[in-house]
């Protein structure tokens, strides 16, 4: 039993699921909250399954309504296929879901009744999570898309503006073809929170993908130079750092014939070993000569 613990992560259920459990007592929806608790527990535990496989950092996972976070401390060190699997890991689960609901059917080893229900609830959560808003699985695939095409930065910026503007289509949709009952009024609220904050938060994101590629001694399979000049500051270099790349910088100087060459991690370690936050690219280049 103590290994089986072990195994597990710690579990932080989010304020909105408590007001839920407390809002089905209250109402006799109990049976429905515990369908979908137990759908969302079956779906993030394929995430937690597959990050385990791949030996990430796991720190926890927050559970809510129609779905959960898992937290974890790659701040996107990994490849990108490996969080490509791990995302998809938790939509896969519904496939399983669907499966042992058809066998429960065949052998009536649950009511009719709670059957149609489990059905609904988990074609309802895959449909959901699969939507192209942070921070659902659909969210993340959207940034893994992104991230193969432009740098970290961009690409964590248009992940959050292309979400905000599906979650506002989305609501708009509901509104106009659906009841807009209390639950939905919640859930959108706390995605287009959840946006916010992402937006907000975006320079620290940036600095701590930044802060874990001069650590973690992240594992870089290609390699693709950036082509700057003298003056740029060195977070204008780094925004053109891209995911499972190693960057070589040319740095042009109007004085120079020939470009100067230096590696990123001389540009980090400038920036966070020795503190050097206004230098630019040329004056780095400068320190390295002298």
């Known amino acids: 039993m103590t290994n089986v613990l072990k195994f597990l992560p710690p579990i932080h ?47 926890r996972i927050s559970l809510w309504v129609f779905g959960g976070v898992m937290e974890t401390d790659e701040h996107g060190s990994k490849p990108i296929r490996e969080e490509l699997l791990i995302a998809l890991a938790g939509p896969i ?3 399983l879901i669907y499966l042992v609901l058809i066998g429960c059917s065949n052998f009536s080893l649950l009511p009719a009744s709670v059957i149609l229900l489990a059905f609904q609830y988990n074609t309802t959560i895959l449909s959901f999570n699969m939507l192209p808003i942070w921070p659902l699985d659909g969210g993340k695939i959207l940034f893994l898309m992104y991230s193969s095409i432009f740098p970290y930065k961009k690409a964590h ?4 503006i292309s979400s905000i503007g599906c979650s506002v289509i989305a609501a708009l949709v509901f509104l106009l073809f659906y009841p807009f009952t209390l639950s939905t009024i919640l859930l959108v609220t706390f ?23 001069h650590t973690d001694n992240v594992k870089k399979t290609k390699v693709r130079p950036i082509f700057v000049g003298a003056d740029a500051p060195l977070m204008n270099v780094f925004s053109y750092f891209r995911r499972n790349y190693r960057h070589d910088i040319y740095i042009f ?13 001389e540009c980090l370690n400038a920036y966070f070993k020795f503190k050097q936050y206004q230098a630019t690219s040329g004056e780095i280049v400068a320190i390295r000569d002298s």
């Open 13 to 59: 259920i989010h304020p909105i699921l408590w007001f839920f459990i407390g809002v089905s007592l209250l109402t006799g929806t109990f049976m429905e909250i515990s369908v979908i608790f137990a759908i969302v527990i079956i779906h993030e535990f394929g995430h937690y399954t597959m990050a385990k496989i791949f030996q990430w950092r796991i720190r």
């Open 93 to 95: 689960q519904h496939v």
């Open 157 to 160: 910026e248009w992940m959050i």
């Open 191 to 213: 995605i287009l929170w959840e946006n916010r904050l992402e937006w907000k938060q975006r320079y620290f994101v940036f600095l701590r993908f930044l802060l874990t590629r």
């Open 253 to 265: 100087d109007s004085k120079e014939s020939e470009a100067a060459t230096i590696d990123e991690q």
